[in-house]
Nanobody, 125 residues
Framework: QVQLVESGGGSVQAGGSLRLSCAAS????????MGWFRQAPGKEREGVAA????????YYINSVQGRFTISQDNAKNTAYLQMNSLKPEDTAMYYC??????????????????WGQGTQVTVSS
């Protein structure tokens, strides 16, 4: 069983930055994918970014490409999401997730096995 705990959310003005952290209870190197997902009120959950922990290959949705960066620190069992140039439409609850090697669609979410409780990000205009 892998436990994931997110932190780093908060309220910022448009154009600001936040860094989310996802601390895992075990070696995240053994979980092939780490992902960040978000869900805004009244909207479906969407995958924001994912990283294949073994190779470092990253995936992003178009709307955050060039603004968000996903990374990992295996020594700390932690994944990060650096969010720059934040926009009001980035406002959502952000969740991290860990999934197995056989995930075919890293931003789809349905194949991830472990999920954190979420951290709120609010961006004001």
């Amino acid at each position: 069983q892998v436990q994931l705990v997110e932190s780093g959310g908060g309220s910022v003005q448009a154009g600001g930055s936040l860094r989310l952290s996802c601390a895992a209870s075990t070696d995240i190197g053994s979980s092939a994918y780490m992902g960040w997902f978000r869900q805004a009120p009244g909207k479906e959950r969407e995958g924001v970014a994912a990283i294949r922990t073994g190779t470092g290959i990253t995936y992003y949705i178009n709307s955050v490409q060039g603004r968000f960066t996903i990374s990992q620190d295996n020594a700390k069992n932690t994944a990060y999401l650096q969010m720059n140039s934040l926009k009001p439409e980035d406002t959502a609850m952000y969740y991290c997730a860990a999934g197995p090697l056989w995930i075919q669609y890293p931003l789809a979410g349905g194949e991830y096995k472990y999920w954190g409780q979420g951290t709120q990000v609010t961006v004001s205009s």
